[in-house]
């Protein structure tokens, strides 16, 4: 009886020791295949968004803009020669009035010494005229083509004062709002763009302004504003040289979820 018991005892420890590895081993078992589940239902969901063609289509539109900013580098560029070329046919020309006006002077001089009995006349002051409103503003126009943003907007603010009726005024209140935009001032960009559409309903650079008034809202994340404003210029200028720029904002706004 005694060796029976003994025989017992000596085969009851490892039978729970290998019941005790059995468990261990199903319990590790099922972690694993809960992992592999999960890794197949992300795989699934990734080749789901693969054939949706919606990463293509953010790819595409990503390129798109690579494109138009590399156009716009390159009208910049063309821009500061432009400037560059201008600034010197101006200081050539005042260089030359400077020359004619001194010779004047010279003449005018040597001519007009006084005689011992008589007492020498001063000449008549010339008469400075005030530039006009064409030539303030394309002083104005050179400053924020030569990309001199915060000279720009005094430039056309003090325009827009001194000017309140002239035909250019528009124009100045269109390139008063790219200087803002320039210097980041986005909401006060926006304030210029509405007063320009409100006031100047038949101005011919509309579109463009609705075009920059949707960038300004879209770099304040004013969305639903932004494609608002794109939605008005395709429909009020269905032939505007910007349109195509539009439609392509309102498509990557549209394909941006809340």
Same mark, same amino acid.
Not at 35 to 61: C, P, W
Not at 105 to 133: M, R, V, W
């Given at each position: 009886?005694?060796?029976?018991?003994?025989?017992?005892?000596l085969?009851?420890?490892?039978?729970?020791?290998a019941?005790?590895?059995?468990?261990d081993?199903?319990?590790?078992?099922?972690?694993?295949?809960?992992?592999?589940?999960?890794?197949e239902?992300?795989i699934?969901n990734?080749?789901?968004?693969?054939?949706?063609?919606?990463?293509?289509?953010?790819?595409n539109?990503?390129?798109?803009?690579k494109?138009d900013?590399?156009?716009?580098?390159?009208?910049?560029?063309t821009?500061?020669?432009?400037?560059?070329?201008?600034?010197q046919?101006?200081?050539?020309?005042y260089?030359d009035?400077?020359?004619?006006?001194?010779?004047?002077?010279? /003449?005018?001089?040597?001519?007009? *010494?006084?005689?011992? $009995?008589?007492?020498?006349?001063?000449?008549?002051? #010339? +008469?400075? &005229?005030a530039?006009?409103?064409?030539e303030?503003?394309?002083?104005?126009?050179?400053?924020?083509?030569?990309?001199?943003?915060?000279?720009a907007?005094?430039?056309?603010?003090?325009?827009?004062?001194?000017?309140?009726?002239?035909a250019?005024?528009?124009?100045?209140?269109?390139a008063?709002?790219?200087?803002?935009?320039?210097?980041?001032?986005?909401?006060?960009?926006?304030g210029?763009?509405q007063?320009?559409?409100?006031?100047?309903?038949?101005?011919? /650079?509309?579109?463009?302004?609705? *075009?920059?008034?949707a $960038?300004?809202?879209?770099?304040?994340?004013?969305? #639903? +504003?932004a &494609?608002?404003?794109?939605?008005?210029?395709?429909k009020?200028?269905?032939?505007?040289?910007?349109?195509?720029?539009?439609?392509?904002?309102?498509?990557?706004?549209?394909?941006?979820?809340?």
């Amino acid at each position: 009886m005694k060796k029976l018991i003994l025989l017992a005892c000596l085969f009851a420890t490892p039978l729970h020791a290998a019941l005790f590895e059995d468990t261990d081993a199903r319990k590790k078992l099922q972690e694993m295949q809960l992992k592999e589940t999960e890794l197949e239902a992300r795989i699934v969901n990734l080749e789901a968004v693969i054939k949706s063609g919606s990463l293509n289509d953010m790819l595409n539109q990503i390129e798109l803009m690579k494109q138009d900013v590399s156009k716009l580098r390159g009208d910049m560029e063309t821009l500061r020669h432009l400037n560059a070329t201008v600034e010197q046919r101006q200081k050539d020309l005042y260089q030359d009035l400077d020359g004619r006006l001194r010779r004047i002077e010279e /003449k005018s001089t040597a001519g007009s *010494l006084p005689t011992p $009995n008589k007492i020498a006349e001063t000449p008549p002051a #010339p +008469e400075i &005229k005030a530039p006009s409103d064409q030539e303030v503003y394309d002083q104005a126009n050179a400053l924020l083509d030569g990309l001199k943003n915060k000279e720009a907007f005094q430039a056309f603010t003090d325009f827009i004062k001194q000017f309140p009726n002239s035909a250019l005024l528009p124009d100045a209140k269109y390139a008063l709002a790219n200087a803002q935009f320039n210097l980041k001032n986005y909401k006060a960009t926006i304030g210029t763009y509405q007063k320009l559409l409100d006031q100047h309903p038949d101005f011919a /650079k509309n579109p463009e302004a609705l *075009l920059g008034l949707a $960038n300004a809202q879209i770099q304040l994340a004013l969305i #639903p +504003e932004a &494609k608002k404003s794109l939605k008005d210029l395709i429909k009020k200028y269905p032939k505007s040289d910007v349109i195509q720029n539009a439609q392509k904002r309102l498509k990557v706004l549209e394909s941006i979820k809340p």
